[in-house]
């Protein structure tokens, strides 16, 4: 595929070494196995807008890669396509393959532009299956998926899930979770937001609560870590 040539052109190596460990893909760590070229995000969204009109099955392939850039150009692309068109089989592939959207960037990067922005006006029962999923990156995506409602207004489902994932073991929801409601103070309602970790501060964990006051007063943080 012209494409991944494309890529393997504009691989380097120095960066490659920074972006695997930055990526924890050592043995046991949260992205094992994952294969970087060292292409940074600005070159690989120009690559994404080259091939804009890929098709599916060639979409399919990048995602099925073990080299990170693969897939997450793949994602620019599907973000591309399912923006231009809103259709629902952009939606239908992406759940078929959130067990290949498996590192936190590829989550944030598409999460609430596909799945999020389709639901905006549907029911979001998908949300809370992806909330109770084994799968750490599917448990990403149903917490970053939730943006695309905070951006237009809305909280309620952003809170659900965060309660619903307030005892989960893994640093990168803890870090999530406390970003959306971060998000949800500083967009939608404060007041709402400030009540939820009121009500969870004792239960909730140090990471996810220092994410959810980042910008509050020093007062307020004082008050909530206390």
Same mark, same amino acid.
């Given at each position: 595929?012209?494409?991944?040539?494309?890529?393997?052109?504009? /691989?380097?190596?120095?960066?490659?070494?920074?972006?695997?460990?930055?990526?924890? %893909?050592?043995?046991?760590?949260?992205?094992?196995?994952?294969?970087?070229?060292?292409?940074?995000?600005?070159?690989?969204?120009?690559?994404?807008?080259?091939?804009?009109?890929?098709?599916?099955?060639?979409?399919?392939?990048?995602?099925?890669?073990?080299?990170?850039?693969?897939? =997450?150009?793949? =994602?620019?692309?599907?973000?591309?396509?399912?923006?231009?068109?809103?259709?629902?089989?952009?939606?239908?592939?992406?759940?078929?393959?959130?067990?290949?959207?498996?590192?936190?960037? =590829?989550?944030?990067?598409? /999460? +609430?532009?596909?799945?999020?922005?389709?639901?905006?006006?549907?029911?979001?029962?998908?949300?809370?299956?992806?909330?109770?999923?084994?799968? =750490?990156?599917?448990?990403?995506?149903?917490?970053?998926? %939730?943006?695309?409602?905070?951006?237009?207004?809305?909280?309620?489902?952003?809170?659900?899930?965060?309660?619903?994932?307030?005892?989960?073991?893994?640093?990168?929801? +803890?870090?999530?979770?406390?970003?959306?409601?971060?998000?949800?103070?500083?967009?939608?309602?404060?007041?709402? /937001?400030? /009540?939820?970790?009121?009500?969870?501060?004792?239960?909730?964990?140090?990471?996810?609560?220092?994410?959810?006051?980042?910008?509050?007063?020093?007062?307020?943080?004082?008050?909530?870590?206390?």
């Amino acid at each position: 595929m012209q494409l991944t040539k494309d890529l393997k052109d504009l /691989a380097n190596p120095k960066k490659k070494k920074i972006l695997q460990r930055f990526f924890k %893909t050592g043995k046991g760590e949260y992205g094992e196995g994952d294969i970087f070229l060292g292409v940074m995000v600005p070159e690989q969204r120009k690559i994404a807008k080259k091939y804009k009109d890929l098709p599916l099955k060639d979409i399919q392939s990048l995602l099925n890669s073990k080299i990170h850039e693969h897939r =997450l150009v793949a =994602l620019f692309i599907l973000v591309g396509q399912y923006s231009k068109s809103k259709d629902k089989k952009y939606v239908d592939f992406y759940l078929k393959n959130t067990k290949r959207v498996n590192n936190w960037d =590829l989550v944030d990067l598409s /999460a +609430h532009k596909i799945l999020g922005d389709y639901l905006l006006d549907k029911k979001r029962d998908i949300l809370y299956m992806l909330a109770r999923s084994k799968n =750490l990156w599917e448990r990403r995506i149903s917490i970053l998926s %939730t943006f695309a409602f905070i951006n237009n207004g809305e909280y309620r489902d952003s809170l659900r899930i965060a309660e619903m994932l307030l005892h989960d073991k893994h640093d990168l929801i +803890h870090k999530a979770v406390g970003w959306m409601l971060r998000e949800v103070a500083k967009r939608v309602n404060k007041s709402k /937001a400030k /009540a939820f970790l009121v009500k969870h501060k004792k239960d909730m964990p140090r990471t996810m609560l220092r994410y959810a006051i980042e910008r509050y007063p020093e007062k307020e943080r004082k008050m909530l870590m206390s």
